[in-house]
């Protein structure tokens, strides 16, 4: 079996951390697996190295900021190496140009475009271990790139498809990606299997443990990626195709939440061709990134236009809608940063009914009032006031049935 | 002009050095110069690399260890790259394997066999400045190498003979080649320029100021070094080709001295052929590098064989000579740690009679005894009682005419 293992930064955070990941590599090894490790910089050495720069400038060069930070990743792939060698194995390190993985030269954000197979499969044909630095790449002119932040599981995740690998562990500090988030309902419960699709929704659940670009790609490419913690023992969840989860489907997979977002009413706005996109233009132009966007049906000719931001863009994005306002005939904006956004993603959803009314009975039984509403094929979010925020979720997560029939132990 | 700048790791200690860096290039590069730096790893940097290395194994895999250690050249070349930039000026890194500076495998000691110029011309044509980490280098298999010590002035000379540059400057933290060392004598002076071999010959104080190696390589490949501070202003000191020096020659060019190596003499063996052979095949056996070589004439059929290596491996060399002497039928073995070697150098004396017997009559003027002689073309050196050394020096100095007017201040 040919297996990709990613470990994190907090993974190799020192020698000792390092020495330990060696341990767990070889024993796959030992059962006769083929192994490519993927590693991130040890925790904090990429900031440190951002930090420098920074103080020589302010908006430093893209392409030697990643010639740069690279340096990370690099330095754990040759420490692991050699704790690899140190105990008896044979390992290699192979930067990403010596893969090579090909990437677009957008330096600092780059996107993976190939991966060559031929001189790992080289390395591991003759017994190696082979440790590739995650994050980074080459593009066509052999310079050096960066992923960006969390590129390490993409690097994994990339990997594992141009290798066709039987399967992509991804080792981090949480043992697995859970129904709800364990600080707010102390009933959540680990999921065994969950498919690309709720992951992708999940985000505010899934982003904490898995990229989400790396979860795209694994769907794409149909990599199974186990996620498992690199400090306890356990079986970890699997993120994979829906065909490959159990028979019998839950309804409900998990309760998502996300406290850091505001939202923006256009008030009265004129209903008629262009004017959404004359509001989300300006706003993309200005790079913020929009969530849910909610237009109800219009009273007369005139409609509201509701839109969530990320709460640090909340400022921003509002100025911008006071500018747009009185040329597309708006009435006024509002702006509330009280808001809090609970979704329940499941894929058995598509083919249960009465789920969205099940959700809407649950938050008003607690007195929840709902001020948006948004879905997509297995996903139901509700904007609702920013107190209620863990009042629905430990509501959501018992009546779907999630509730673990222990409590979680605290941490 | 094309111009090779190299600046070690003092130089680059820390990021208002390294600005002072940009500084000093761009003042190059504003006289229309085409400008190539290299640089070696903050100072401190390569140690702190090792030293990591070393806590997880006695001896890390060599090749692992070049991963590792390079990793300090190219954080010094994406920081000067983006200070370059900050202050207004276009500027690359480029890397050892994007160059390329082309070795053998010996990792960890590299040796340059190529270095390809096509890369670097295209850049400099785009009107940037050029930063090339020092040190390091990549093989015909793509892995990359390193040096050994000092190698940053080697990549430095080795890319201006391959650029063919028109001058390669060294920027250390001394103003330039001295006549010896002025902290034993305060009236030494500061040449203006030292031919290649005399600066080879004048190992003790060379060794501090530039890399042997890159001394050899300019040599070869006749590429001017300019030795200057990074840190004061000044003219430096130029090495070059004896014929780019001043017509008339001063006869002695320098007094050079070294403590740290110890004699051993083995004594009346037997005076035929193949007794050399063994006792300096099993010293370089033993990796053990002899300095100095003394064998005089026979006394009917037995003679004594003197040589010196450095004192840390005196005592591994005694106890190996203990071994060898029965067998070529030696009568015993004498060690002398307390020894001091002091020579002079200078082209002059090729064509100047009565050097050697002057500089015997400065010594026995001052009460020392000479215990081994040997010459070169343009050296001659004295083995002399350690206690003497620094007497020895100033008595030659003084001798040779090569004192200063004014006495050197303190620094």
């Given at each position: 079996m040919l297996v990709v293992q990613k470990y994190g930064g907090t993974s190799v955070r020192d020698i000792e951390r390092i020495m330990n990941v060696a341990k767990k590599t070889v024993e796959y090894k030992n059962k006769d697996n083929d192994i490519v490790v993927v590693v991130s910089a040890m925790a904090g050495e990429t900031d440190r190295l951002l930090n420098i720069a920074h103080e020589i400038a302010k908006f430093p060069d893209d392409r030697e900021m990643d010639v740069l930070i690279s340096t990370g990743e690099q330095v754990t792939s040759a420490l692991l190496a050699i704790s690899l060698k140190e105990i008896g194995y044979d390992a290699v390190s192979v930067l990403g140009y010596q893969v090579r993985i090909v990437t677009d030269s957008?330096?600092?954000k780059a996107r993976i475009t190939d991966v060559e197979k031929e001189k790992i499969f080289a390395e591991l044909k003759k017994g190696k271990i082979v440790v590739v630095p995650g994050f980074q790449g080459v593009d066509e002119d052999g310079n050096i790139t960066t992923l960006g932040r969390g590129g390490s599981d993409t690097t994994a995740v990339a990997l594992a498809a141009g290798l066709n690998a039987d399967l992509c562990e991804i080792y981090t500090d949480v043992d697995g990606v859970y129904t709800t988030d364990p600080n707010i309902c102390n009933r959540a419960r680990r999921l065994d299997t969950i498919s690309y699709d709720e992951m992708l929704e999940m985000a505010s659940l899934g982003a904490k443990v898995l990229q989400t670009r790396s979860v795209e790609l694994a769907k794409k490419y149909n990599v199974p990626i186990l996620v498992k913690s690199s400090l306890v023992e356990g079986i970890g969840t699997l993120v994979c195709k829906?065909?490959?989860?159990?028979?019998?489907?839950?309804?409900i997979s998990g309760v998502s939440y996300n406290k850091n977002e505001a939202k923006i009413t256009v008030v009265n706005?004129?209903?008629?061709?262009g004017i959404a996109a004359k509001i989300f233009t300006a706003l993309s132009d200005a790079n913020i990134v929009v969530d849910v966007i909610v237009q109800n049906v219009s009273r007369g000719d005139f409609t509201d236009i509701t839109f969530t931001i990320a709460k640090t863009d909340a400022k921003k994005a509002y100025k911008i809608m006071e500018e747009v306002a009185p040329g597309v005939g708006a009435e006024k904006v509002n702006i509330d940063n009280d808001i809090a956004k609970i979704s329940i993603v499941g894929l058995g959803m598509r083919s249960h009914s009465g789920i969205a009314s099940k959700m809407f009975s649950i938050l008003a039984h607690e007195g929840v009032n709902i001020e948006a509403i948004t879905t997509s094929e297995i996903k139901i979010s509700c904007v609702i006031e920013s107190k209620y925020g863990e009042l629905a979720v430990r509501a959501l997560h018992k009546g779907f049935g999630l509730d673990a029939e222990d409590v979680k132990e605290e941490k």
């Open positions: 957008s330096f600092g829906e065909d490959m989860m159990s028979m019998e489907q839950v309804v706005v004129p209903d008629k061709p």
